[in-house]
């Protein structure tokens, strides 16, 4: 599991390097990057709550949601100048684990 320091400080670094970019389009660009992480983290959430015929069903809609958002994060990261995504992230839960991240960061700004 992805530790909240962790998360948190990258979390932090991705939105002051965003706030700061002025190239045209960026904003929309990152919006729909914390889009696909809330959607990928509304969709483990409710993981939860469904049997397991349903969870079966589902499957594939929520692995492509998390490939969208694994895409996002990537291209993100990339125009932001971020390295070493990989070592501190170095599977796709712990990936997912940051979309969850992100949707609670944003859920408590919102206060």
């Known amino acids: ?15 002051t390097k965003a706030k700061n970019d002025t190239r045209p389009g960026f904003d929309d660009f990152y919006n729909g990057f914390l889009k696909s992480a809330v959607s990928y983290a509304e969709t483990r959430t409710e993981w939860n709550f469904m049997e397991l015929s349903e969870r079966m069903e589902r499957d ?21 100048g971020i390295e070493g995504i990989d070592g501190i992230m170095p599977d796709r839960k712990a990936k997912g684990d940051f979309a969850c991240y992100i ?8 206060r």
């Open 103 to 110: 949707a609670l960061f944003l859920a408590l700004e919102q």
């Open 60 to 80: 594939r809609s929520r692995s492509i949601k998390h490939d969208s958002y694994m895409s996002s994060l990537g291209a993100v990261c990339r125009n932001l």
């Open 1 to 15: 599991m992805l530790q909240y320091e962790i998360a948190k400080r990258l979390y932090d670094e991705i939105k």
